[in-house]
Every structure is written in C-alpha cells, then in structure tokens.
C-alpha cells in the first residue's frame, strides 16, 4: 500500500464493496503502512470515502520491529449509533478505544455490532526470519486484544488444519504450522469461531497464496497455494435467546440501544452497587 495510488485503489475497493452490500468493517495486514502517513489516511478516508481508518504502525524508535502494520476499516454507514449520538460522537468513540500492539502487528477498537459492544481485532502473525517468534506472538501480544465478542481478521500465516488449508503437491518438505496450536488454543479459550470453516464443512479451502523460490517450482503458485489467514467470530447464536435484547419499539424505530431494555437497565443497576472492581 505504500506504492503510490495503491491506498487510494485499496480505499475504492472498500468503498465499492461497501455500497454493494453492508459490510461492518475490514480488516488489513500489510508490510508497508507507515506511521508518517497516518494523519494523511485518515483524512483521505474519511473526506474521500467515507471510511473510518484505525491502523497500528511500526515504532520509529524501536529497531527491532520490521514495520509490519494492520488497520481497521469501517464504512460510516455501518457505525451504528447510542441514542442521542451523532456520528461525529460516534467516530470519536471508537476511536477512542484504538489500541495497538508493539511494531502494527494487531490493532483492535471496541464498537457496536448489531447492538452489541463489540472489539474488532486485525493481526498479522510473524514468518520467515521472526517465525519462531510466531507461537509467543499468539499466546503474549494477541492475546490481550482477544475477548469472548471478539471478531478477529487475521493474516495467521499458519493453517487450523494442513490437511485442507494447504496445498503444495510440488513441495517435499513439511508445511512449517509453527503457532497452530497456540493460535487454537487462543481462540478455543475465547470460545470464537472460524467463520470460513463453519460455512465450508470439511471443502478445501484456500485464501492466499506465495509462489515457492519466487515461482520457480514445479507446479508454479499452484503448488505453493495454502489458506494462510482466517477470520473468527463470537459465537452469536446464543445471543438470539438472551433477555439482552432490543426492545420491541427500538428495533421498530430502528434504534440500535439497549436503553430501554429492561434486563439491560437491570444489570446496569446491579454491576454499580456490586461491581467485582469495588
């Protein structure tokens, strides 16, 4: 993105997508974002496109990190609103609870998804020179930004499972799925979900691709084709049947609050006079 006219052409796309169909928000990995720009992207974004851009950048100060970054992306449109907020407010809500981790690789912010307060996380895992580093990275540096009404996009640059997230019939050695396991274990104690999978069953499935040596290898892309990002969800099911819900007039009036939701009003009552933090 940081080739010129390709945040631009990123940003369109968004933007195309988003008038085709309501999308709450997407999630990028990319190599190139840059701090320095940042002001910049939010205002092209904003006035241009109308696409709200929270990302998180490498540190200038810190030598170590090699300047891999995320972003959340979120149409205007689909900012949903509290009751007597603007959209203004609204922005600057989210915005206020950006938060990201050390060198861009995970950037997350809280806001409402139908109704629900909801923490959006983009996360670009480490490979090739800092590969080892990949398991720590899940368990340490993503894990505080995963909650149970998590949505996680992520670029995990593993598989869940080899046998149909990969595909390298030109390739002897063994899929390197370093941080598999710490990814699972991650998700499976957030209780989340991978979306993809749920839809597809046991199909095969594959989403990115690198051409091994840079192309040169028996069967091209093709043999170096593998899924290597996904995207997890909170598990909403349960939530069509909790007493948390829009009351029959908002969802009339097409308020998304839970204002005037009576169990709502209850434990809010309730967690003032018998928070766990008093």
């Excluded at 809280?110 to 080892?132: K, Q, S, W």
């Excluded at 979900?193 to 040596?213: C, K, P």
């Excluded at 040169?216 to 349960?238: C, H, K, M, N, Y």
């Amino acid at each position: 993105l940081a080739s010129p006219g390709r945040l631009d052409d990123c940003l369109y796309a968004i933007q195309q997508e988003q008038r085709q169909g309501a999308v709450a928000a997407f999630f990028l990995q990319e190599h190139n974002l840059h701090p320095s720009t940042d002001g910049a992207t939010v205002r092209k974004a904003g006035a241009r496109y109308g696409l709200l851009w929270l990302a998180g950048y490498k540190l200038a100060s810190d030598p170590r990190t090699k300047g891999h970054g995320t972003a959340i992306v979120i149409p205007y449109d689909s900012i949903e609103l509290k009751q007597g907020e603007s959209r203004h407010e609204a922005i600057r809500r989210i915005q206020a609870t950006r938060q990201a981790a050390k060198g861009g690789r995970a950037t997350t912010a809280v806001t409402l998804v139908g109704g629900r307060t909801t923490r959006l996380t983009a996360a670009y895992a480490p490979t090739g020179t800092e590969i080892t580093s990949r398991p720590d990275f899940f368990k340490m540096k993503l894990a505080p930004y995963v909650t149970p009404s998590t949505v996680l996009g992520i670029d995990a640059n593993c598989v869940p499972d080899p046998v149909l997230d990969v595909n390298r019939p030109a390739v002897e050695s063994e899929y390197d799925n370093r941080g598999a396991l710490e990814l699972n274990d991650l998700v499976d104690s957030r209780h989340l979900i991978d979306v993809a999978r749920e839809q597809l069953g046991l199909d095969r499935f594959y989403t990115a691709h690198h051409a091994v040596a840079a192309g040169i290898t028996e069967g091209g892309p093709e043999g170096a084709r593998a899924r290597l990002d996904g995207f997890w969800r909170s598990v909403s099911q349960a939530a069509r049947f909790s007493p948390v819900q829009r009351s029959p007039w908002d969802v009339w009036l097409g308020t998304w609050s839970l204002d005037h939701n009576p169990a709502y009003l209850a434990f809010d009552a309730i967690s003032r006079i018998a928070s766990p933090y008093q």
